[in-house]
């Protein structure tokens, strides 16, 4: 069965601080990608990770690919408020899964000031 | 750049009503989703398209109908509504395996 786990499910953090998501999946896969929800609204992508080794950065975001672990992190610098939201990630498998994405359970992330 | 558009935003159905959702993407996108999302649930994927006159069941299809007649447009149906399918749906289109997916803006649907 093809899984993507997110860990932590919840995170509550103080402004200034650094943290990390992780995702975990189950199958082969170069191909994972970030995306942000804010509450009541859509998702939006953040980050497209497309092969090992692959390093993307937006402000304080960081996220990055590790196939051969089949893991991406999530990386968050001196967290500001604005950051809180729910981050999703999804995998595409190379085979089983028919086109679909495979999506994580998100994590919700809570930054107090 | 209109993206995906979802019609309606919010729906409020009476327990046995049909209804339809519609997609519709201006990208030129060949692959196109239906997910729902129920709290703490994430994302779920009900039918989704690979192509126009093309379409697929996901993990939760029981329920709903789709079509996928023209490549931009990907509708979903509820025959017979049941309060089990009070939820957000979200429709997103991809142009292929090495592309995000991106996303409507959402319909909120009760059924009642």
Redesign the interface.
């Known amino acids: 069965e093809l899984k993507v786990e997110q860990n932590p499910l919840f995170l509550s953090m103080q402004e200034g601080k650094n943290y990390t998501i992780y995702c975990n999946y189950s199958t082969t896969s170069d191909r994972l990608y970030w995306y942000r929800q804010d509450p009541g609204k859509s998702l939006e992508s953040l980050f497209v990770l497309l092969s090992n080794g692959a390093v993307k950065q937006e402000g304080r975001l960081m996220a990055s690919l590790d196939t051969k672990a089949r893991l991406s992190t999530l990386h968050i610098t001196a967290a500001v408020h604005d950051l809180s939201a729910t981050y999703f990630c999804a995998v595409d498998p190379r085979r089983g899964s028919n086109y679909q994405l495979i999506w994580g359970a998100g994590t919700k992330l809570i930054i107090k000031p | 750049n209109a993206g995906v558009t979802q019609t309606p935003k919010f729906r409020v159905l009476k327990t046995g009503q049909s209804m339809t959702l519609l997609c519709a993407q201006d990208m030129n996108h060949e692959?196109m989703?239906w997910y729902r999302q129920d709290p703490g649930?994430?994302?779920r994927?009900i039918h989704?398209s690979?192509g126009e006159g093309t379409t697929?069941k996901?993990e939760v299809p029981d329920g709903y109908n789709v079509s996928r007649l023209k490549k931009q447009n990907f509708l979903l149906g509820l025959e017979s509504a049941a309060p089990s399918q009070t939820s957000v749906y979200?429709c997103?289109s991809r142009m292929d395996?090495?592309?995000?997916?991106?996303?409507?803006?959402?319909t909120r649907l009760t059924v009642v």
Do not use: D, K, R, S
């Not at chain 2, 395996?97 to 959402?106: D, H, L, P």
């Open positions: 692959y989703y649930m994430g994302l994927l989704y690979v697929a996901g979200f997103a395996m090495n592309t995000e997916a991106f996303f409507g803006q959402g």
